[in-house]
C-alpha cells in the first residue's frame, strides 16, 4: 500500500527513511510531483523507470536543496552561474557536465556525461531534501506518457500501490515542469515554468532553441505526452456538440483554465483541469487558444503533446 504521509517533520522523517531505504516516495514541488528516489542507489532508480512504466532511455532530474549541494555532482560554467543565482530555489532545471566520482547512479543520467539539477522552491520539498540528506532523482510522478500530478490525488490516481508514500503538500503553484536549459551554450531544451524570455534578459542575449523530439540530449520531448483519455483540439473559438471546452479567456465552458487569460492562472489549472477532464468522462477535448507568449510557451508544448496521434 502507498502510505499518504503529512508535510510535517514526522511525515518528512518516514519519507526520508524509505528513500534511504531504496523505496521510492512522491513529494510536491511548486511545478509538479516528483517521484524520488535515492539518486545513488541503483535499484533505487530502477524502481523509478518500473514504477512508470518509463522507456529506459529517459535521464532523470535531480534535485538538491542549494547551489553549494549542485556543486558537489556538477561542474558550473558562467551561464550556469549566473542562472542560478537569479532563479534557484525555482522552476529551472539546468544539464551541466556530471562529477564522475559523485556517485551518481548512471541509471539517473542514461549514460549521458551531463545531469540535470534543479534546486525546487517548495517548504515541503526542501523540507524532505533536508531530512534525506542526499541528492533525489524525481521525474513527475504520473505513469510514462499520461498527466503530470499537481495534487496528491493525481499521484495516486496513477501509482496507488506502486510506491511506498506520497507526502501530500497540497496543490503546486507553478503547476508546469521546469525550464530545463543546456548551458554550454546556454540552450533551451524544455519551456516550463520560468519563461525563456526571463533567461535570455537575465543572461542579455536570446538562448538557442533545441526543442526537437527525439532529441537524444532531450528524449523527454516525446511526441504523444501529458495525455488525457479523450481526443484534444487545439485552439478551438468555437467547439462542436459532442466536445467539451477547455476555455482560456472570457468564453463559455465548463472548466476554463483562467476566466480573466492570465497565463500564471492557466499553467497552474492546465494539469488539474486535464485531470478533471478524465474524471468527467470527456471523450472529446477542444481547447480555447492560448498566446505564444510567456508562460503560453509552455502550456501550448504541454497541450500540442496531449493533443499528438497515439
Ligand atoms: O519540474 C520538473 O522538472 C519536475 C519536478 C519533479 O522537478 N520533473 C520533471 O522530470 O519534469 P521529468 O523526468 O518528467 O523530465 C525530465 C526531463 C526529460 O525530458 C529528460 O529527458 C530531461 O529532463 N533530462 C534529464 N537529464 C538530462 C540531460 N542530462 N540532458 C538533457 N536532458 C535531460
Ligand atoms: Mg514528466
Known amino acids: 500500500m502507498t502510505l499518504r ?3 510535517d517533520p514526522a511525515g518528512l522523517t518516514v519519507a526520508a527513511d524509505l528513500l534511504r531505504a531504496g523505496d521510492l516516495v ?27 512504466g518509463r522507456p529506459s532511455f529517459n535521464p532523470l532530474i535531480v534535485h538538491v536543496p542549494d547551489i553549494a549541494t549542485a556543486r558537489r555532482y556538477v561542474v558550473f ?53 533536508a531530512a534525506f540528506d542526499g541528492p533525489v532523482a524525481a521525474p513527475s510522478a504520473n505513469i510514462s506518457g499520461r498527466i503530470s500530478p499537481t495534487t496528491a490525488a493525481h499521484v495516486i490516481a496513477g501509482l496507488d500501490g506502486k510506491i511506498a508514500a506520497v507526502v501530500d503538500g ?11 536549459v543546456a548551458c554550454d551554450p546556454a540552450t533551451l531544451l524544455r519551456a516550463g ?16 532553441l533545441d526543442l526537437t523530439p527525439q532529441n537524444p540530449q532531450a528524449p523527454g ?17 468555437a467547439p462542436a456538440p459532442h ?26 489549472n492546465l494539469f488539474d483541469m486535464l485531470h478533471q477532464l478524465d474524471a468527467m468522462g470527456a471523450a472529446a477535448i477542444a481547447v480555447s487558444p492560448i498566446p505564444q507568449a510567456g508562460l503560453g510557451v509552455a502550456i501550448n508544448d504541454r497541450l500540442r503533446r496531449a493533443a499528438a496521434p497515439r
Open 5 to 7: 504521509l503529512a508535510p
Open 26 to 52: 512522491a513529494f510536491p514541488t511548486e511545478t509538479v510531483y516528483g517521484l524520488g528516489a535515492d539518486a545513488c542507489n541503483d535499484t533505487a532508480v530502477a524502481g523509478i523507470y518500473a514504477a512508470k
Open 77 to 129: 560554467n558562467d551561464v550556469a552561474e549566473q542562472l542560478a543565482a537569479a532563479f534557484w530555489p525555482g522552476a529551472l532545471t539546468l544539464v551541466l557536465p556530471l562529477r564522475r566520482d559523485a556517485g551518481i547512479s548512471k541509471l539517473v543520467t542514461a549514460g549521458l556525461s551531463t545531469l540535470a539539477v534543479r534546486v525546487p522552491d517548495h517548504p515541503v520539498g526542501q523540507g524532505l531534501l
Open 170 to 180: 497540497g496543490a503546486c503553484t507553478v503547476g508546469l515542469e521546469s525550464t530545463i
Open 193 to 208: 515554468g520560468i519563461p525563456a524570455e526571463a533567461l535570455s534578459s537575465c543572461l542579455g542575449h536570446a538562448l538557442a
Open 221 to 237: 520531448q516525446l511526441a504523444s505526452h501529458y495525455a488525457p483519455v479523450g481526443t484534444v483540439r487545439l485552439n478551438v473559438t
Open 243 to 268: 466536445e467539451t471546452l477547455l476555455g482560456f479567456g472570457p468564453v463559455d465552458a465548463p472548466l476554463n483554465l483562467s476566466p480573466a487569460g492570465d497565463l500564471i492562472e492557466a499553467a497552474a
